[in-house]
Nanobody, 122 residues
């Protein structure tokens, strides 16, 4: 069992940066793969990035590759999403997710946070 809480969202101008954090409960955090998803109004929840339990394997959606970086600090039970060169189309609620196996589909993940709003203005 794991509980996830996102933070770090906010409003930023296009071209700016934000870093999202996901704090996880439990003492077996390092056993889980972690993912970030986002959902904009009127759209389906979409995959953003994922990271293996060791941090050695990283996966990104084509839309964010080269701009976003996912990382994890197992000692702090925390996953991060560094977002640079933000665009208005990045505006969405961002969700942290965890699972025993890595995947790029929302249905692959068993545990979810409540989300944090990211708004990018022109």
């Amino acid at each position: 069992q794991v509980q996830l809480v996102e933070s770090g969202g906010g409003s930023v101008q296009a071209g700016g940066s934000l870093r999202l954090s996901c704090a996880a409960s439990g003492r077996r955090f390092s056993s889980y793969v972690m993912g970030w998803f986002r959902q904009a109004p009127g759209k389906e929840r979409e995959f953003v990035a994922a990271i293996s339990w060791s941090g050695g394997r990283l996966f990104y959606a084509d839309s964010v590759k080269g701009r976003f970086t996912i990382s994890r600090d197992n000692a702090k039970n925390t996953v991060y999403l560094q977002m640079n060169s933000l665009k208005p189309e990045d505006t969405a609620v961002y969700y942290c997710a965890a699972d025993e196996n890595i995947g790029t589909m929302a249905g692959d993940y068993d545990y979810w946070g409540q989300g944090t709003q990211v708004t990018v203005s022109s």
